[in-house]
Antibody
Framework: QVQLVQSGAEVKKPGASVNISCKAS????????MHWVRQAPGQGLEWMGQ????????IYAQRFQGRVTMTRDTSINTVYMALSRLRSDDTAVYFC????????????WGQGTPVTVSS | QSALTQPPSASGSPGQSVTISCTGT?????????VSWYQQHPGKAPKLIIY???KRPSGVPDRFSGSKSGNTASLTVSGLQADDEADYYC?????????FGTGTTVTVL
């Protein structure tokens, strides 16, 4: 069965960076683009970006450009999302998701990684 | 890259129907047939319930249906059940990016 397993919770200070992993299993990993979505406490979903079959095939939401890097390692079926220059409003749960078809159709999601940014 | 607009809340009694709107622009909802809908229960990851405007993933009951007219997409939940009480989000492809809606909390009275 398809599974996306993310790395554990993180606590960071303002200005630091965070790197979250998402390991996929149960399907052909190269066949699906992966997306990252975050959700601040009590808030809605926010699309951050996507990484295609190759690490240089990325699209980032405008508000994260320059601070986010999404990569994938096909040898271990894992995608990564790194966010730098963290601020307190980056405190959120970060999700990875597998897309099907065209559009933001995420049929499988990771369990979410809580990131807390606090001094 | 503004969020799509949804009503903050909607409600209905068991067995009734509720419809949620999702309003965007001609650059997102109106420009592509790539609107999806998600259901999210508290503390859980979202679940895809509609994609490409009106298609249901395997396992999603036909009580959930989607449609689109112009720049507004809609999700209808028929035969409301207690477990339908959740947050619902629309999402749309927008050419160079993707965007979620603001979210709607559905309450089953």
């Amino acid at each position: 069965q398809v599974q996306l397993v993310q790395s554990g919770a993180e606590v960071k200070k303002p200005g630091a960076s965070v790197n979250i992993s998402c390991k996929a299993s149960g399907y052909s990993f190269p066949d699906h683009t992966m997306h990252w979505v975050r959700q601040a406490p009590g808030q809605g979903l926010e699309w951050m970006g996507q990484v295609g079959p190759k690490s240089d095939d990325t699209i980032y939401a405008q508000r994260f450009q320059g601070r986010v890097t999404m990569t994938r390692d096909t040898s271990i079926n894992t995608v990564y999302m790194a966010l730098s220059r963290l601020r307190s409003d980056d405190t959120a749960v970060y999700f990875c998701g597998r897309v099907i078809g065209y559009g933001l159709n995420l049929d499988y999601w990771g369990q979410g990684t809580p990131v807390t940014v606090s001094s | 890259q503004s969020a799509l607009t949804q009503p903050p809340s909607a409600s209905g009694s068991p067995g009734q129907s509720v419809t949620i709107s999702c309003t965007g622009t001609s650059s997102d909802v109106g420009g592509y047939n790539y609107v999806s809908w998600y259901q999210q229960h508290p503390g859980k990851a979202p679940k895809l319930i509609i994609y490409e405007v009106n298609k249901r993933p395997s396992g999603v009951p036909d009580r959930f249906s989607g449609s689109k007219s112009g720049n507004t997409a809609s999700l209808t939940v028929s035969g409301l059940q207690a477990d339908d009480e959740a947050d619902y989000y629309c999402a749309s492809f927008a050419g160079s990016h993707n965007v979620f809606g603001t979210g709607t909390t559905v309450t089953v009275l």
